[in-house]
Nanobody, 124 residues
């Protein structure tokens, strides 16, 4: 069992920045892809960003391209989501997840372990 712990969420004004962090309890996650998802109130969980095990392949949902950046540090067993130029519609609980393989892509079913989530609130 791998436990994931997210941090870095909070309240920020539109146009501001936040950096989310996610650390795995075991180093085995370094061989797996990682992803970030989010869920806004009353909405389904949606894909935000994904990164492969080496960190040289990434993907983003269209609404965050050019504003968000996913990265990882396999030495620390961590994955990050740098969020710039935040918008009110980015408000959600953000979850990190460990893929079942070296790259999970955009589908939640490709991910095996999930964190508890961190709240991001963007005020207008």
């Amino acid at each position: 069992q791998v436990q994931l712990v997210e941090s870095g969420g909070g309240l920020v004004q539109a146009g501001g920045s936040l950096k989310l962090s996610c650390t795995a309890s075991r180093r085995t996650s370094t061989n797996n892809g990682m992803g970030w998802f989010r869920q806004a109130p009353g909405k389904e969980r949606e894909f935000v960003a994904a990164i492969n095990w080496k960190g040289d392949t990434t993907d983003y949902t269209d609404s965050v391209k050019g504003r968000f950046s996913i990265s990882r540090d396999n030495v620390k067993g961590s994955v990050y989501l740098q969020m710039n130029n935040l918008k009110p519609e980015d408000t959600a609980v953000y979850y990190c997840a460990t893929a079942r393989s070296v790259y999970g892509g955009t589908r939640g079913m490709n991910y095996q372990y999930w964190g508890q989530g961190t709240q991001v609130t963007v005020s207008s």
